[in-house]
C-alpha cells in the first residue's frame, strides 16, 4: 500500500490550461503539503494544511489553488498554465505541523510538462 | 538571509569507499535537521535525522555530524554502494507560529563507481 499517492504522474499540457494534481495518504498523519521541484533539483514549498486547514502560504501565484477535502487529501489545481510551470510536483505528510519526528514522507511526484 | 546549502554539487566515489556529503545552514534557531535520499524519479526518501541537543547520530552505514558552533551538518555513508548512487538533500525544520516547514539545500548527486 502506497503510503502518499499522488496522480497523475506525468501531465504535458498546453499553456493556458487548467488542470489539478490529487494527492492522497494513508498514514492517518494531520499535515500535508505541496512543494515543487525545479530543474536545478531545488525543492521549494508551496503549501501546507493541517487537518483541512491552510497554515503555510509561500509566494505562490494565485493560479496556483490547493483544496483539502479531509485530512487524508490534498489537491492542487493551476489555472491558466505557463511554461515556466513545467516542474516536478511533490505531495507530502508529516504526523503533525511541527513535524516532532521523521519530517516528512514524500509521493511519488508529478511532472508537468506545459508546451 | 536563511538558506540551507550545500558545498559540492556532484561527489563521485569509489564502490566500497566512505562517502562524505556537506550541508551549511545559516538559521542557528533551527533545531531539527533531516537528511533525504532521493533516487530518479522517486520522490525524497528520509535517511536520518538529528536534533541540536546532539552532535552525532548513527544508522544503519550512515551518520550525520552537527556542528553547530560553524552551522555545518554531514552526512557520511560507509562502505558506499551502487544502490546509493542518488542525490542527497539536507533540510533544516523552521518552526514559525507553531508550525514546521522542511527548507531543503540544493542537493548533491553522488555518483558510486564500479
Known amino acids: 500500500d502506497t503510503a502518499v499517492s499522488q496522480t497523475p504522474k506525468y501531465l504535458v499540457t498546453q499553456m493556458g490550461n487548467d488542470k489539478s494534481i490529487k494527492c492522497e495518504q494513508n498514514l492517518g498523519h494531520d499535515t500535508m503539503y505541496w512543494y515543487k521541484q525545479d530543474s536545478k533539483k531545488f525543492l521549494k514549498i508551496m503549501f501546507s494544511y493541517n487537518n483541512k486547514e491552510l497554515i503555510i502560504n509561500e509566494t505562490v501565484p494565485n493560479r496556483f489553488s490547493p483544496k483539502s477535502p479531509d485530512k487524508a487529501h490534498l489537491n492542487l489545481h493551476i489555472n491558466s498554465l505557463e511554461l515556466g510551470d513545467s516542474a516536478v510536483y511533490f505531495c507530502?505528510?508529516?504526523?503533525?505541523?511541527?513535524?516532532?519526528?521523521?519530517?516528512?514522507?514524500f509521493g511519488s511526484g508529478t511532472r508537468l510538462t506545459v508546451v | 538571509g536563511e538558506s540551507v546549502g550545500l558545498h559540492l554539487p556532484t561527489l563521485s566515489v569509489q564502490e566500497g569507499d566512505n562517502s562524505i556529503i556537506n550541508c551549511a545552514y545559516s538559521n542557528s534557531a533551527s533545531d531539527y535537521f533531516i537528511w533525504y535520499k532521493q533516487e530518479s524519479g522517486k520522490g525524497p526518501q528520509f535517511i536520518i535525522d538529528i536534533r541540536s541537543n546532539m552532535d552525532k547520530r548513527q544508522g544503519q552505514r550512515v551518520t550525520v555530524l552537527l556542528n553547530k558552533t560553524v552551522k555545518h551538518l554531514s552526512l557520511q555513508i560507509a562502505a558506499t554502494q551502487p544502490g546509493d548512487s542518488a542525490v542527497y538533500f539536507c533540510a533544516e525544520n523552521r518552526i514559525s507560529s507553531n508550525t514546521g516547514k522542511l527548507i531543503f539545500g540544493q542537493g548533491t548527486t553522488l555518483q558510486v563507481k564500479p
Open positions: 507530502a505528510s508529516s504526523q503533525d505541523p511541527q513535524m516532532i519526528n521523521y519530517g516528512y514522507t
